[in-house]
Structures are given as structure tokens and as C-alpha cells.
């Protein structure tokens, strides 16, 4: 199985809503990531998990809260977003091995719109 | 400067030419290089990655990297109408988890 799935793969939400997406991997990978893509620009990293602990966070707003109940698992909590924070969510997988190599897979990611 | 930088294209090759897509990186630091397709409104594939001085190829795809210039790029022969989209040239760097993007390179593929 080499393939990271995420859930929901659309979502609409209001600035005071609460919602979760979730990602799931099940080729044994110590790594796990969140990127947030907005249109025609690139991913931008967001969230580093490496062997279940928080490794990154590049100074992401506190709206945006990352969990990796297992290492098949990790979850993004939102709350109180803003309309600009309308992207595409990507969450990649690797195998946390450091240095060379270590190429990370990407789910399909969710659409979510905030209202 | 950015990190990682490539053309953004629009890259145009007639179906069965070879495609050229070219990436400079700024880190040193930096160890291994990807190259992903992304169709609009789909994820990122991964479709290469080099990490040592010189080739690698892969079916029609050949990966080149000359760390002295801090040079990567894409060879795509026999390019298909099926190869258009925006190709991501990234670098690992961070100690070997964060992957910085280039701003890809469009590619269309005309008949």
C-alpha cells in the first residue's frame, strides 16, 4: 500500500466553525507533514511530525492545530479561520530517514473554503 | 533569492520532443531534489528524485544534477499530451524534513 488518503476531500466552513481533516498512511512511515496550497503557487510547509512529535512548525497561526494520535494518523483542528486561509490542505508522508533519499508522498488533500 | 527557483513557463514542446525543465537551488546545505507533477486541481506526484552527481533515469524520464552549479533538471523524451501540467522541482533541506518547493514550471504538450 503506498498511499496517503485524506479526509474530507471538500470542505465549507464559517469563520466560527469548528472542523478537522484527517490523513492516514499505512506504509510505515515515521514522518507525516502539512502543507497548505493556494492556487497556481506551490505547497508551503506548514506542520513537521517526525516519530510522532511536533519537529516543525513554521510560525503557523494558532487557528491551525496539528495532532498525530498515531504514527498512521494525523489530524489538522481548525477554528476560527479566515477567508484567506481558503487553500488546498496537503498532508505527505516519508520515511523519516534523514539526508539522502526521504521523498515525500502526498495525499489528494481537501479543498476548504472558509466563509 | 529564493531557495529553490525555476521558469514558470508556460513551457511549450510538440508531442514527441524532449522537454527541459530546469531548477537552481540556493542551499548548499541541501541534499536530496525531487521533481513532482501536479495536474490542476490534483496533489503532487513524485516523479523523481536525485540525490548523487549526474543521470538517473526512469522510463522516459532523466534526472540531472551537478551540485557545483546548484543545478537540477528534468529530461522528459517522447514527451505526450499527457505530460502537461506544472512540474515542482524541490529540495530537501532542514536536516532532511522540510522540502522547499520551487514555483514549478508549466508544461503543455501540443499536438
Known amino acids: 500500500d503506498t498511499e496517503v488518503t485524506q479526509t474530507p476531500k471538500h470542505l465549507v466552513m464559517g469563520m466560527t466553525n469548528k472542523k478537522s481533516l484527517k490523513c492516514e498512511q499505512h506504509m510505515g512511515h515515521r514522518a507525516m507533514y502539512w502543507y497548505k496550497q493556494k492556487a497556481k503557487k506551490p505547497p508551503e510547509l506548514m506542520f513537521v511530525y517526525s516519530y510522532e512529535k511536533l519537529s516543525i512548525n513554521e510560525s503557523v497561526p494558532s487557528r491551525f492545530s496539528p495532532e498525530c494520535p498515531n504514527s498512521s494518523l494525523l489530524n489538522l483542528h481548525l477554528h476560527a479561520l479566515q477567508p484567506e486561509d481558503s487553500a488546498l490542505y496537503l498532508c505527505?508522508?516519508?520515511?523519516?530517514?534523514?539526508?539522502?533519499?526521504?521523498?515525500?508522498?502526498f495525499g489528494p488533500g481537501t479543498r476548504l473554503t472558509v466563509l | 533569492q529564493k531557495e529553490v527557483e525555476q521558469n514558470s513557463g508556460p513551457l511549450s514542446v510538440p508531442e514527441g520532443a524532449i522537454a527541459s525543465l530546469n531548477c537552481t537551488y540556493s542551499d548548499r546545505g541541501s541534499q536530496s531534489f525531487f521533481w513532482y507533477r501536479q495536474y490542476s486541481g490534483k496533489s503532487p506526484e513524485l516523479i523523481m528524485f536525485i540525490y548523487s552527481n549526474g543521470d538517473k533515469e526512469d522510463g522516459r524520464f532523466t534526472a540531472q544534477l551537478n551540485k557545483a552549479s546548484q543545478y537540477v533538471s528534468l529530461l522528459i523524451r517522447d514527451s505526450q499530451p499527457s505530460d502537461s501540467a506544472t512540474y515542482l522541482c524541490?529540495?530537501?533541506?532542514?536536516?532532511?524534513?522540510?522540502?522547499?518547493f520551487g514555483t514549478g514550471t508549466q508544461l503543455k504538450v501540443e499536438l
Open positions: 524541490a529540495a530537501l533541506t532542514g536536516g532532511g524534513n522540510k522540502l522547499t
Open positions: 505527505a508522508s516519508s520515511q523519516d530517514r534523514g539526508g539522502a533519499g526521504n521523498e515525500q508522498f
